[in-house]
């Protein structure tokens, strides 16, 4: 990001102010800031599901308008806070990065991932509608990387979680960022956010108040 500025709908209200931030390849981001600072907007800007007011945003040199948002979506995936699911069933949201992607099923990389997350296979033929909220937060992530992509962004995903299966769902993306994964993951929990990162990003009304190298 470079000098990127973010204006709400009315164009009146600066959501992100004048940002600028270098992401480095396997970088592990921690993003913390209080209520309404910015840290999901610089996730949704970066995940292109949103664009500047003003300023560049680029990935791997390459300004991101130069990329259709299907390309950009394929490398860089974007986890929400509340995920939203659909269809019916837990399969029916497994399948669907292999449909969209004309590639042949791959049973046994779902239930690799179904595994490390401390789901069982019986999941699959579960209506979305009864699971919990920390079923549906680990679903909309093990969705988000069946395809490694390049970059994870990651806004507040534990929230729902009990604190044993936030350590399984901590320990899956610090092996995913050991094995090349770029991660930026807004936290509001300051003992996580310190637990694995390699950064420490503090924004506050939008702009960037401190970038701490943690190690």
């Not at 102010?17 to 999901?40: A, M, R, T």
């Not at 996730?43 to 300004?63: C, Y």
């Not at 991101?64 to 806070?81: A, G, K, N």
């Not at 936030?166 to 300051?190: F, R």
């Amino acid at each position: 990001m470079k000098n990127v500025t973010y204006k709400d709908k009315d164009k009146n209200n600066i959501i992100i102010d004048n940002f600028s931030l270098n992401v480095n390849e396997k970088d592990y981001i921690s993003i913390v800031g209080p209520s309404g600072s910015g840290k999901s907007t610089i996730l949704k800007l970066f995940s292109h599901l949103i664009s500047q007011t003003s300023g560049t945003i680029e990935f791997k040199g390459k300004n991101y308008l130069d990329y259709s948002p299907y390309e950009l979506r394929r490398q860089i995936t974007y986890c929400f806070q509340n995920p939203v699911l659909f269809g019916d069933t837990v399969m029916d949201n497994l399948k669907f990065p292999y449909t969209t992607r004309k590639k042949t099923l791959d049973k046994d990389r779902i239930k690799y991932l179904l595994k490390i997350f401390d789901l069982p296979d019986s999941i699959l033929d579960k209506d979305i509608h009864k699971l919990s909220g920390g079923e549906k937060q680990r679903i909309a992530l093990i969705r988000g990387i069946l395809f490694k992509p390049e970059v994870l962004l990651l806004d507040e995903v534990t929230s729902a979680l009990d604190e044993e299966n936030t350590k399984i769902v901590e320990s899956v993306i610090n092996k995913l960022n050991s094995e090349g994964m770029t991660i930026l993951w807004v936290t509001h929990n300051i003992e996580q956010s310190k637990k694995y990162a390699n950064k420490l990003l503090s924004v506050e009304g939008g702009k960037l108040k401190n970038l701490e190298v943690i190690k």
